[in-house]
């Protein structure tokens, strides 16, 4: 008994000892009651940091208010005033000089016109020539002009008729008034036409005018004529055929005979001077022939010659050349100044009227007699009105037929006399 309060007492002091070495244990929480769980708190969000203090904007001046255009603004190659207006007038070849008396200075009156109308200098024209009398020359010269600063440039004549059609493509931004032709490509059949919007193409009434000169010509008394054509292009054709139907409504109206008025009839086949047409022109006046229509160019300068040493008399073309000649009684003329001071006049409008053909005939005074300068003692200016009264007004009709031959063309001239030589 005595060991065993002995063991007792010692296990006694031992767990005494080791809870005195050991922290005292925290009593676990008690769970509560099941209808009273609730969900554990959550923890805390930390609390933000304070934003800072934001800097005061710079004051900026509120921008003005500004009208919008009414319409798109102006491209950079605009014209805004006529000072802008650089325009060349680029002649077919070598031989195709400024002051022909004839279509280069026809146009280059225009041009000029047109400067001395809005107070511009010479500089803003030039005029330039082939180098060739090919298109590729042509082409070049155009180039030319373009790198100078031209932004409208004038083509006089046919033989622009093909590279045209390829510079109206290769310069889009600048404006062609291309004169007596409309740009083609291929022959015949398949002649093909196009027209850009920054081309256009102006013909003339070339059939009316040569009326005009035949009719004229005839009423002044004359009854052996000629006609001298550089070539049978089409203007030169109309020309003929127009001098040809005016002789015959002049033999009409003076009730002359069937073959009384005759004219010989022939192209020459180029349009520069040369002895050769002289030579030719004198066979004709001392053959018989009055007076001679040379619708020819450079070529005309030759029948003239022959005119004032056979002392008989000539009709020129294109523009007033009475002061080439005192032979020369009256021309054939087409307002090419006219026509172009119009294109430039347009173009400065913002008005240019490409993508097209324009025809000046007697209904916009494009072609006429200059009756001012001519040299006529029966033919009146009183007829003269009242015969382009009737073009005018469509009572006359001239046909403008083109054809090889005048035979072809069955023109209805019964009172005249063709000699169609070759």
């Known amino acids: 008994m005595k060991k065993i309060l002995a063991l007792l007492l010692a296990a006694m002091l031992v767990i005494a000892l080791a809870a005195c070495g050991a922290p005292e244990p925290q009593p676990e929480p008690e769970a509560p009651a099941a209808e009273e769980a609730t969900e554990p708190d959550p923890e805390p969000e930390p609390e933000p940091e304070p934003e800072p203090e934001p800097e005061e904007p710079e004051e900026v001046e509120e921008p003005e208010e500004v009208e919008e255009p009414e319409e798109d603004p102006e491209p950079d190659n605009a014209i805004t005033s006529a000072s802008d207006i650089f325009v060349a007038l680029v002649a077919h070849s070598p031989e195709s000089i400024l002051f022909d008396g004839s279509f280069n200075e026809g146009a280059w009156s225009g041009i000029q016109q047109f400067l001395e109308s809005h107070g511009l200098p010479e500089d803003n024209a030039l005029f330039l020539q082939a180098r060739a009398a090919d298109d590729t020359a042509r082409i070049n010269q155009v180039i030319s002009a373009v790198n100078w600063g031209a932004n409208i440039i004038v083509l006089p004549g046919f033989h622009f008729g093909s590279s045209s059609y390829d510079m109206q493509d290769m310069f889009p931004d600048v404006k062609f008034v291309v004169l007596d032709t409309v740009p083609a490509q291929g022959e015949g059949?398949?002649?093909?036409?196009?027209?850009?919007?920054?081309?256009?193409?102006?013909l003339y009434a070339e059939e009316q005018a040569g009326f005009l000169a035949g009719y004229a010509a005839v009423m002044e008394g004359y009854r052996n004529?000629?006609?001298?054509?550089?070539?049978?292009?089409?203007?030169v054709v109309r020309y003929g055929h127009g001098f040809l139907q005016g002789a015959n409504y002049a033999a009409e109206y003076l009730d002359l005979d069937e073959g009384e008025v005759t004219v010989n009839y022939y192209y020459i086949g180029g349009f520069a001077p040369s002895p050769e047409v002289t030579t030719t022109a004198n066979a004709w006046f001392a053959g018989g022939v009055e007076v001679i229509f040379a619708a020819a160019g450079g070529a005309g300068f030759s029948v003239f010659a022959a005119a004032?040493?056979?002392?008989?008399?000539?009709?020129?073309?294109?523009?007033?050349?009475?002061?080439?000649s005192d032979v020369i009684i009256t021309s054939a003329m087409k307002a090419l100044g006219v026509s172009v001071y119009d294109m430039l006049t347009d173009f400065l409008n913002g008005q240019f009227r490409g993508g097209g053909v324009l025809m000046f005939d007697a209904s916009v005074n494009g072609v006429g007699l200059p009756m001012e300068n001519s040299h006529f003692e029966n033919f009146t200016t009183e007829q003269y009105e009242a015969?382009?009264?009737l073009l005018l007004d469509g009572t006359?009709?001239?046909?403008?037929?083109?054809?090889?031959?005048?035979?072809?063309?069955e023109l209805d001239i019964p009172l005249v006399v063709v000699n169609e030589l070759n």
């Open 396 to 409: 006359i009709v001239v046909n403008p037929v083109v054809t090889p031959s005048v035979t072809e063309a």
């Open 225 to 235: 004529l000629g006609f001298m054509g550089g070539a049978a292009v089409p203007a």
């Open 189 to 202: 059949d398949a002649r093909s036409e196009r027209m850009e919007d920054n081309l256009v193409a102006i």
């Open 308 to 324: 004032e040493q056979s002392e008989a008399v000539a009709i020129g073309v294109d523009t007033d050349q009475s002061g080439v």
């Open 387 to 389: 015969i382009f009264a």
